[in-house]
């Protein structure tokens, strides 16, 4: 059964987090993306919560700035270190003396999962990455791949000041089109049905500024006339090293992420497990959630 608690955590914020499975297990905390929210992860976290599959106890947060969680106001409070603290804290309030079985993230849980491994291995066992560019084969194609800079040119959109208000016109129109978009590019979105909709729009009627201000916030963007964004970045090594284990899932047909950000990710994660899924796409977790499941578990008992 799914629970909910609200975890306030030494330095102000406090998120609001989806659990299954018994305090004492160890724990395997998950990580969303935009314009997502903790409940994409019932499926995963009632699967490994159970017994036969680890007995886990599985943390879902809602991120900063999404749903009942903190969302603060000014937008460098959603910087990559104050995301990364946010995350530390919450591992240390539920396994403060061992490390997670598993951090687990996609999309922009993603990225803070990646500084989180870089900055603070010691937090956990393992990693597993699904759809979520590492930042340093991102960075280097927002640089130089045309393909990968005309993907990411939304994000110039989400932090238009106007975004909030154009992206709740006609019932989330802009953001429904996220999903069917970036889907299979076979489809139908057999996934998107009106309960999950009604799950979305639950969150999106609680504000949508905080979800945004992570790209308001964030340097890595394609450049535009005026904003040279990512072309100026330079990041040196030892902030990209990965020294944990890592398996990273990567739905072939994401639109957003193409496949190129996957080439030379072992230059930079020297323990890798990296599985392509040919006819996944950025919502890999949504339409394949037991497939998700398998390839985790197999490697988490590895």
Not at 20 to 25: M, R
Not at 42 to 55: A, Y
Not at 100 to 107: F, Y
Not at 259 to 283: F, K, M, T
Request: glycine share 8%; aromatic share 10%.
């Amino acid at each position: 059964m799914i629970r909910t608690e609200h975890i306030a955590l030494p330095h102000g914020i406090t998120l609001d987090c989806r659990m299954a499975g018994q305090t004492g297990q160890p724990v395997m905390l998950f990580l969303h993306g935009f314009p997502e929210a903790a409940f994409v992860w019932d499926e995963l976290l009632l699967h490994f919560s159970q017994t036969e599959n680890g007995g886990y106890l599985c943390v879902a947060p809602n991120m900063r700035g999404y749903a009942g969680s903190s969302s603060p106001t000014d937008v460098k409070a959603y910087r990559a270190k104050e995301l990364v603290k946010d995350i530390a804290a919450l591992k240390h309030h539920f396994s403060a003396n061992s490390p997670l079985a598993a951090l687990v993230a996609h999309d922009w849980g993603g990225a803070v999962a990646w500084n989180v491994a870089n900055q603070h291995p010691a937090l956990m066992h393992g990693l597993v990455i699904i759809n979520s560019p590492h930042p340093g084969t991102f960075l280097r194609d927002l640089k130089h791949d045309p393909v990968q800079q005309a993907a990411s040119d939304y994000m110039n959109f989400l932090i238009r000041p106007d975004a909030e208000t154009l992206l709740a016109e006609n019932d989330y129109r802009r953001l429904w089109a996220f999903f069917t978009n970036m889907g299979a590019v076979d489809g139908p979105h057999a996934w998107l049905t009106e309960a999950v909709r009604q799950q979305y729009r639950d969150v999106w009627q609680q504000g949508i500024t905080g979800a945004l201000n992570y790209y308001r916030a964030s340097p890595l963007r394609p450049p535009r006339e005026g904003d040279p964004a990512a072309s100026d970045i330079h990041l040196p090594l030892e902030m990209l090293r990965i020294s944990v284990p890592t398996l990273v899932l990567w739905g072939m047909q994401d639109i957003a992420l193409p496949p190129g950000l996957i080439n030379g990710l072992q230059d930079y994660v020297p323990e890798l497990e990296l599985h392509r899924i040919a006819d996944g796409s950025h919502w890999l977790v949504h339409e394949q959630p037991a497939l998700v499941s398998g390839f985790i578990g197999n490697w988490i008992r590895r």
